[in-house]
Each structure stands twice: as structure tokens, then as C-alpha cells.
């Protein structure tokens, strides 16, 4: 069982920037691929971000080249840097850990970040 816990929302300008952080609990953070997805009102969850246990990436087209995702395994977190934010960045994010053997998979609580001028 894993625990995950974001934090790190807020509200910002647009160009402005945020780091998300998640931090996970309850063993064996290393071997799971983890992401962040979000959610915006009126809109399906979309995945934003993921990175592998080995530290491949991979963004959803409307981030890339502005938000970074990592992880530190020692540390039990994984970031998302979010840069140049633009208002259609708001919704409520949230960070995901799946485990591709076991197929299991658990959600942290959510955090918003809301971009206006």
C-alpha cells in the first residue's frame, strides 16, 4: 500500500511558476512509475506527466518545454516543475504511482492551481 500525499498548488499569474510536490508513504516508491494528471472543470482527468522507476519521461503535447516532472527515490517524491503557466494550466492536479507487474495503483488527494491575471 502506498500513500501519497500533493502539495505544492496555488494561485499564480500567468507566466508565473509552481512546483508540485508528492510525497508517498508506505514502501516501494522506487519501482513504481508515477505521473501527474489533472483535472479541469467540466473535463476529463488527462495525464499530464509520467516517469519511469529508470527515469524515462513523457508529457502530454500542451507542457512540453515548460513543465518538468522528476523524482527522488531516496526521498520518496516526485515534482513537477511548471513553468510559464498559462491559465488553461488550472485545474485541480493530482499524482498517480502504478506499479506495472502488480498492476496496482494508487491516487494522492489532489492539489489545485489556479492561473489568472
Known amino acids: 500500500q502506498v500513500q501519497l500525499v500533493a502539495s505544492g498548488g496555488g494561485f499564480v499569474q500567468p507566466g508565473g511558476s509552481l512546483r508540485l510536490s508528492c510525497a508517498a508513504s508506505?514502501?516501494?516508491?522506487?519501482?513504481?512509475?508515477t505521473r501527474w494528471y489533472r483535472q479541469a472543470p467540466g473535463k476529463q482527468r488527462e495525464l499530464v506527466a509520467g516517469?519511469?522507476?529508470?527515469?524515462?519521461?513523457n508529457y502530454v503535447d500542451s507542457v512540453k518545454g515548460r513543465f518538468t516532472i522528476s523524482r527522488d527515490n531516496a526521498d520518496n517524491t516526485m515534482y513537477l516543475q511548471m513553468n510559464s503557466l498559462k491559465p488553461e494550466d488550472t485545474a485541480v492536479y493530482y499524482c498517480?504511482?502504478?506499479?506495472?507487474?502488480?498492476?496496482?495503483?494508487?491516487w494522492g488527494q489532489g492539489t489545485q492551481v489556479t492561473v489568472s491575471s
Open positions: 498517480n504511482a502504478f506499479h506495472p507487474l502488480l498492476r496496482s495503483e494508487y
Open positions: 516517469i519511469t522507476r529508470g527515469g524515462s519521461t
Open positions: 508506505g514502501g516501494g516508491f522506487s519501482r513504481y512509475t
